[in-house]
């Protein structure tokens, strides 16, 4: 089986990155892991990271299992992103949101028993 074993999300500017998301989720960085062009979140599982490049770009798109999507959609906005408005599905209620630097994501509470 091919699981995710680790991966990076791409950010302009490595600070505002860690400020935000550690403001948005609680996330700490491992400082000796961590340098000026790499920020290595602590604890993570699957292992990851923010990788800063030149030029924005966004392939990959992430989902996030949260609790309250509506919560951290307001979240998202108080920290200077933005966020679609949040839809439910069979598989629960999601919504896509972007940083503050355009980089976008989407949060997803599942559904029960899904």
């Not at 091919?2 to 989720?25: E, N, P």
């Not at 979140?41 to 989902?63: I, N, W």
């Not at 949040?86 to 949060?107: E, T």
């Amino acid at each position: 089986m091919i699981q995710l074993g680790y991966f990076t999300i791409d950010t302009l500017d490595v600070d505002k990155a860690r400020a935000f998301y550690g403001a948005l989720f609680g996330w700490t960085f491992d400082e000796a892991a961590s340098k000026p062009t790499y920020a290595h979140v602590e604890g993570s599982d699957p292992a990851f990271g923010f990788t800063k490049v030149e030029r924005a770009k966004d392939f990959t798109h992430l989902y996030f299992r949260v609790d309250d999507v509506d919560a951290l959609c307001k979240r998202v906005m108080e920290l200077g992103g933005k966020a679609a408005v949040p839809s439910d599905s069979a598989s629960g209620r999601s919504v896509v949101v972007s940083d503050d630097q355009g980089v976008s994501f989407s949060l997803w509470t599942p559904a029960p028993g899904y």
